[in-house]
Nanobody, 123 residues
Framework: QLQAYGGGLVQAGGSLRLSCAAS????????MGWFRQAPGKEREFVAA????????YYADSVKGRFTISKTNAENTMYLQMNSLKLDDTAVYYC??????????????????WGQGTLVTVSS
């Protein structure tokens, strides 16, 4: 029901924009988020936004460089990634939570996941 796309190969310092499309209207979604998983590492929180609100939440490692946004009418969420670093290389996943109150950075708070899109940052 969630499809992430927009990944690719980019040089350090460059930018990419990821998109996450929901296949149907997200009537019960409370939060949407982005996570990433680098090779050999745990999946980690990147950013999140409430589906019915405008507050945004970021991991410290991406604050000031990444921007999460959404278009409710199109059931789509975005992640604008600027000033990319080698450490940003990972598979990026979008996720949706149906729970009314969540601990935002916790991956177990999310009920649906997209298939992931690979972002590779080169030197």
């Amino acid at each position: 029901q969630l499809q992430a796309y927009g990944g690719g190969l980019v040089q350090a310092g460059g930018s990419l924009r990821l998109s996450c499309a929901a296949s149907r209207r997200a009537l019960s979604v409370s939060f949407m988020g982005w996570f990433r998983q680098a090779p050999g590492k745990e999946r980690e929180f990147v950013a999140a936004v409430p589906w019915g609100g405008s507050n945004t939440y970021y991991a410290d490692s991406v604050k000031g460089r990444f921007t999460i946004s959404k278009t409710n009418a199109e059931n789509t969420m975005y992640l604008q990634m600027n000033s990319l670093k080698l450490d940003d290389t990972a598979v990026y996943y979008c996720a949706a939570s149906l729970q009314p109150a969540i601990f935002i950075p916790r991956k177990e708070s999310y009920d649906y996941w997209g298939q992931g899109t690979l972002v590779t940052v080169s030197s």
